[in-house]
Structures are given as C-alpha cells and as structure tokens.
C-alpha cells in the first residue's frame, strides 16, 4: 500500500487521475495534507516522476489525463505560433514522450490544413439511437436490446423533440453543418423507422449548408441492402460499419452475433449502394486477443480499404460487464496495447491512411488513445469538432448532450438529455422545456434571430 502525500491540495482529482493510471485503487491511499502546493503543473510532474520511480512505468502520454490533447495542441500553437515551441512545452511541462507530442502536432497541423473555423450560424446535430441487437462485454453506453413498442414509442418521442428544435432553428436561422446519427446501433432500427427518421431530419432542418450526414450502422448484422439504399436516397454519406475484431473466437467472447464474413458482406453491401464514405472500428486489447490476433484484424480492414478506420484502446468502464470479471483488466494489458498499436499504425500508414483526429478516455489499456485514420479527403468533420469544441451541439434523443459554445469566453454550456430511454419517453416535454430555456433562449445560438 502506497501512502501519497498531497501538500496543500483542495481538489484532488486530477491528481488522482493521474495515480490511476499508475496504480489500482486497492494500492495507494491519498492522504491530503496542509501546507503550500505551488505551481500545479510542477506538482503534477513531480508526482509523475515519483510514480514512475515505485512501479517502473513511464507513460508515454506524461502528466495529461483528459480527453482532448489535440485540443491542448492548438491552445499551444495559438500561444506560441510555433511548432518547436509547442513540442518543447508539451515534452517539458507535461512530460510526454517525443512521438506522443509529434501525433498531436501532426493531427493538429493536419485539422487546420483541412477545416476552416467552424461557420457563424451553424451548429453540429446529434441524434441518439440507444438500442442494440445485444450488449457487448465491454459497453458501458445507454444502450439496449431493441425491442418493438418501446421503440416505436421512442421514434415519437424523439421526433416530437426533433420538430420542436427544427421550428426552433429555422427561426434563428441556424443550420447543421453536419448530422450525425449515434447509438447504440441505429441500424438497429427496421427499414421504416429509418426512413422515418431521416425523412425527419430533411424535413425540419435546413440542410442547405449541410457538410456531412452520417450514420453509426455499427453491427453488421443490423446492415441490409434495402436499408442502405434508403440511406443513400436519404443524403447519408457517410457510415459506419464496426467489426472491433475480425477473430471468430474474439466475437463471441465479446458477445457480438456477427461473424467477420457479416462483416466484409456488409462492407462490400454498402460500397455496391455507393455509399460514399465507410469507416470501420476496430479495437486493440480485447480479451484473450494477441498481438498476432490484432494484426490480423488490421491487415484483414487494410485490405478491404474502407476510407476511414478508427482504431480504439479497449477502456474498461465501470458500467461495463468486463469490470466485473477483473477490474485491473486495463493495467494488465499495457505492453501489448503497445506492441499492438505500434504494428497497427505501420500497417496504416502502408495502406496511405493518417491519423486525423484522437481523443482518450479513463481506464484504457495501458493508457493510450484512440485515433482516427483517414484517406485523402475523407477525414470526417463531425469527429474533429467534437474534439476542438467550438461549436454549439444540439442533441437529440436519450443521453444527448447538447452544449452551447460561448466563442468570447471559449467555453461550452451542457443542456442533457436524461440517459434512461424510458424515462427520456415519459418526460420529453421536459426535455424540449429545458432545450427552450437553456439552448434556444441563449444569444450565442440565436445569432441571427428575427424579431
């Protein structure tokens, strides 16, 4: 056991987050103490070091524990306007190792390369669709097993949400400049539910300006030729198709009811139907996969040669069935995490993909990242403004999130939907209420707004 003495701390969490990453919860104790902290970044480093000194680990993404470090590279380029400095900063003050602070540097380089500052007027759109056809081993999403009448009473109350912020919207004159559809699975839905949710969506929003649609078709064994083709007649472009493993075995295990031949079937479904842009998932650390397994898994997606792959570090959450069977499951699988996603991103890159955009979460597999690969043209917009943040989001459905963004003050507002789906049904007017006073009545979204 581990006594870790915090001098003159108030707020231990960040400081906690970054012992998590080092140590299991039954190992160390934190015990705050008076006295003086100082400057919190040299705290942080130093605690680092100490940590690295008991367990012999040396994380290669130094002191940083939150989401975005892209995000983090920009603020640093805007400070320094210069990219010697910002690799100088993020080695020195945040201890990162040279190619974690090359990838953010990269990615970020590459985002301002593609993508202007996101439009006055125009917000990004998320709609949840939290059902799956079962629930994977390691899920910890507001997902569920379709069922029938609950869904259909959803879709209602959903689309009563829908046209409600699309009246809204028009008025203000605000427009999407990209729509993106989550789950869950929404594939998941029957052919008619889709095509009345995307008639929806054309119906109650201007898309004139529109960048991107996409759709998470996710499993697939939800993927049919009748939906694809009413997805593409529907303005979708872009899709989703997410195998994680191409290993029967892995799948199984997993709790997925696809095999990796449903998988390829699906792909080669929606390039026959001209979707435009197909990305796939796949993830490094699942249980009892080797190194061997995920490479064969990449080398398989490689071949196929879908525009976009995202490669994800298995985290291991707490709502998930995985922490229940071993709940250091995360600081076991760290050297083969990297032995996976080094060969990986060769592999990629040797396929004429690059790394577009990264985020991280809590709990991952020797704490690493996930990243998304594109080819030339293809990066998806919806993925990097939700990593930038300067945007307002408008959320739709159980467990969307909108945020208004405050440009002067560079800072986003949370408006949730609540998470259960059930109860998102019974109390949509109180959804819609809390949209009108914390979203629609705020100056930052009405730019444009007619007397």
Not at 141 to 170: C, H, Q, V, W
Not at 208 to 224: C, M, N, Q, W, Y
Not at 262 to 274: L, Q, R, T
Request: hydrophobic share 35%; proline share 4%.
């Amino acid at each position: 056991m581990y006594d870790i003495e915090l001098f003159g701390i108030e707020n231990k969490y960040d400081y906690e987050e970054l012992i998590k990453i080092f140590l299991p919860a039954t190992e160390y104790r934190i015990l705050l103490m008076p006295g003086t902290c100082g400057d919190k970044k040299a705290a942080m480093r130093d605690l680092y070091e100490k940590l690295s000194e008991w367990t012999g680990k040396r994380p290669e993404w130094g002191t940083l524990t939150g989401v975005r470090p892209v995000k983090l590279a920009a603020e640093l380029y805007n400070k320094f306007n210069d990219e010697q400095k910002v690799k100088e900063f993020l080695r020195t003050e945040y201890l990162l190792a040279e190619e974690k602070a090359e990838l953010l540097i990269s990615i970020f380089e590459y985002q301002r390369e593609i993508l202007t500052e996101p439009p006055k007027g125009q917000v990004s759109v998320y709609i949840s669709i939290p059902f799956c056809p079962t629930r994977c081993l390691y899920c910890s999403f507001a997902s569920n097993p379709a069922a029938g009448a609950k869904i259909i009473d959803y879709m209602e109350a959903l689309y009563k949400e829908i046209k409600f912020a699309g009246t809204e919207m028009r008025e203000a004159r605000v427009k999407p400049e990209t729509v993106y559809i989550g789950g869950g699975t929404p594939t998941a839905l029957s052919a008619s539910d889709m095509e009345k949710l995307l008639s929806a969506i054309n119906e109650n929003f201007d898309l004139s300006e529109l960048k991107e649609f996409t759709v998470e078709a996710g499993r697939p064994d939800t993927i049919t030729p009748d939906k694809l083709r009413l997805i593409k007649s529907l303005g979708v472009e872009r899709i989703s198709i997410n195998p994680q493993s191409m290993n029967e075995k892995t799948l199984k295990l997993i709790g997925r009811s696809h095999t990796a031949e449903d998988a390829i079937n699906a792909y080669y479904a929606a390039k026959h139907e001209k979707i435009d842009i197909i990305n796939m998932d796949i993830i490094a650390g699942l249980p009892e996969e080797n190194a061997g397994d995920f490479i064969n898994t990449t080398n398989r997606i490689a071949e196929l040669s879908p525009e976009n792959v995202t490669v994800h570090t298995l985290a291991v959450k707490r709502a998930s069935k995985l922490i229940e069977q071993n709940k250091d499951y995360h600081y076991e699988k760290g050297e083969l995490v990297r032995e996976m996603l080094h060969a990986c991103n060769d592999i990629l890159l040797s396929a004429g993909y690059r790394q577009y955009y990264l985020y991280r979460q809590k709990h991952m597999a020797g704490n690493y990242e996930n990243t998304g690969w594109c080819k030339q043209n293809t990066a998806g917009v919806y993925n990097i403004r939700m990593m930038e943040e300067k945007q307002t989001v408008v959320a739709f459905g159980a467990g969307g999130i909108s945020k208004v963004y405050y440009p002067d003050e560079n800072r986003l507002e949370r408006v949730p939907n609540i998470i259960n789906y059930e109860l998102y049904i019974s109390r949509i007017d109180e959804m819609i209420k809390r949209k009108k006073e914390q979203l629609f009545n705020r100056r930052e979204i009405n730019v444009d707004k007619r007397a």
